[in-house]
């Protein structure tokens, strides 16, 4: 059954937000000084946090509390490192581009697009249909051909390295 609150008691109905943890250290709860309204905008935050609301209506001292929300900070991505770049005189089968160290931060699962560009190391890049693993087998080339892969993870941007 619904709480039914008089016309009255509505407007004394008090909302506090309360952090109850960071990461895996539980501290105690600490009330956000103004932090009274429907809805919080946090600051920025530099380890994972855990906010919930706490609500009280008048002469009732017993507060509900919100489920909790969680704001989870992801460490920087690196996109790791590949190798190695290859010459040939006229034609080849490139060796297949291995990784040499793995990628780290982001949301810890990455996955993978690898792309190829016959313009420049720098432009005219394309996605590789099917090359997504850690690694690619290049097809046998006759030109100047680029590599890179790109790195993904979490909400982190992109990062690119070059073969």
Known sequence: MPLLLPV???REVVVRLLISGR???IIPRLLIAGATGLSYD???AGATTYYRRQVT???CSN???????????????????????????VSGDPVAFTQTTAPTGGG???TY???????SASTGFTDISGATAAAYDAAVINQTTYYRRITRSGVCPDMIIMC
Do not use: K
Request: glycine content about 6%; overall charge neutral.
């Open 57 to 59: 209506s008048g002469a």
């Open 63 to 89: 507060a509900s509390t919100s489920n909790v929300v969680t704001i989870t900070i992801q460490s920087a991505l690196t996109a790791g490192a590949i190798a190695a770049s290859q010459e040939f005189c």
């Open 113 to 119: 697009q690898w792309q190829s560009s016959v313009t």
């Open 23 to 25: 990461a895996v250290q």
């Open 8 to 10: 009255r008691l509505l």
């Open 42 to 44: 946090p600051p920025a």
């Open 108 to 110: 810890g699962t990455y």
